[in-house]
């Protein structure tokens, strides 16, 4: 653990942020994809066939769910009754994320600047920021700050929020990306979309901490980069209802982030003398196979280059804004991005929009 007599510099100006500590949770022990269809939704579709081959083909063998559709069906839940669950399910999960985190970094919980908590799934008030905070001894003047309602990429700019703390105030910061999407099952319907999103989303909570002083292992924070192609906005949504929150996914979501992707990625490299060669590693959001396959072809990847990301959907399936940062931490485990060398990571959502940080192994 770090002394407590530590000191952080308060002024920070040009301070590099590094990613020094990574922590997860899912809720329940994990279920198996075939069941859930099984056991759930080959009745929620009616037998469907087509809805079960977008099961048998999403790319998921495994995921966590907070609420177990074959224990209890919430479909028809009112938006209220979620939402009380969420703060019940989320606060256990996102302290188990954020110590564990801690711990890997070797910090004290009252040495946290900033607190970031991100999330497209719930909402309370007092929120997770304030909980957690106080449940794991956060100070009482720890800055806080809530990223909400931007899905999939929100773990991007959220890192690139605490990053940019630990830049300007040379004081340690957490982000913790949280998503109960299990919540938010709905009615049975026969809009494609929805199958697809019942198909592939999970629940995690995963959290980083970024510190101004270099560590002995962990990501240097170089770069964030945002492009949004806002005509195509209605491809992808996020509506609260009065039964939870409802996904809106187009099919043309692939075709989309086709035309962007490379651009977006190149300009991103170009900024600092890279090329797509000079990348060591790559933490794709695995938005669905299809998604991951776009990326591969348009930035012509070589063989395995998104393996961490198949490896994470296929265990733990599309946690929204969590699955970038469990894909971090999958490529950690193999040694990558190795010291000196660039990784990207990425991820896309409404709007629609794609996120990128550049970071470099230390």
């Known amino acids: 653990m770090v002394s407590p007599s530590r000191a952080w510099n308060v002024t920070g100006v040009g301070v590099s942020a590094y990613v020094a500590g990574f922590g997860a949770a899912f809720p329940g022990g994990g279920l198996d994809q075939d069941r859930m269809w099984q056991g759930y939704f080959a009745n929620h579709f009616a037998g469907d066939r087509l809805a079960e081959r977008i099961f048998r083909s999403a790319g998921v063998r495994r995921r966590h769910a907070a609420v177990n559709p ?11 009754d ?11 999960l996102g302290k188990e994320a ?11 919980a009252d040495e946290v ?13 007092p929120g997770l920021d304030i909980r957690v905070a106080a449940d794991l001894g956060m100070a009482a003047d720890v800055q806080r700050l809530l990223v909400g ?3 999939c990429y929100a773990a991007i700019p959220g890192l690139g929020a605490v990053a940019d703390h630990v830049a300007a105030r040379g004081r340690p910061a957490v982000a913790l990306c949280l998503e109960l999407t299990s919540l938010h099952v709905q009615p049975p319907t026969a809009d494609r979309d929805q199958v697809v999103a019942h198909a592939l989303f999970g629940d995690a909570a995963a959290a980083v901490v970024v510190l101004p002083g270099k560590p002995r292992a962990g990501l240097e924070v170089v770069d964030v980069a945002a492009l949004t192609d806002a005509a195509t906005a209605d491809r992808m949504t996020w509506d609260v209802t009065d039964l939870g929150f409802r996904m809106g996914l187009s099919p043309e979501v692939p075709g989309v982030l086709a035309r962007h992707v490379a651009g977006m990625v190149s300009g991103l490299l170009d900024r600092h003398g890279l090329t797509v060669a000079d990348v060591d590693a790559w933490a794709v959001h695995p938005g669905g196979p299809r998604i991951l396959d776009t990326v591969a072809d348009r930035l012509d990847l070589p063989d395995g280059a998104l393996d961490a990301s198949h490896d994470v959907l296929a265990e733990r399936g599309n946690c929204s804004s969590a699955t970038v940062l469990l894909v971090l ?5 193999r040694g990558r991005p190795r010291p000196g060398r660039a990784a990207v990571a990425m991820a896309f959502g409404p709007g629609l929009t794609l996120y990128a940080a550049l970071l470099r192994g230390t």
């Open 70 to 80: 074959l224990v209890e069906d919430a479909a028809r839940w009112s938006t209220g």
């Open 82 to 92: 979620r939402m009380r669950r969420y703060i019940a399910e989320a606060l256990p």
């Open 329 to 333: 931490d999958a490529l950690r485990a």
């Open 113 to 125: 600047g900033m607190f970031a908590v991100v999330s497209c799934t719930g909402y309370t008030t």
């Open 149 to 151: 309602h931007m899905g």
């Open 98 to 108: 954020v110590g564990a985190a801690l711990a890997d970094a070797g910090l004290r």
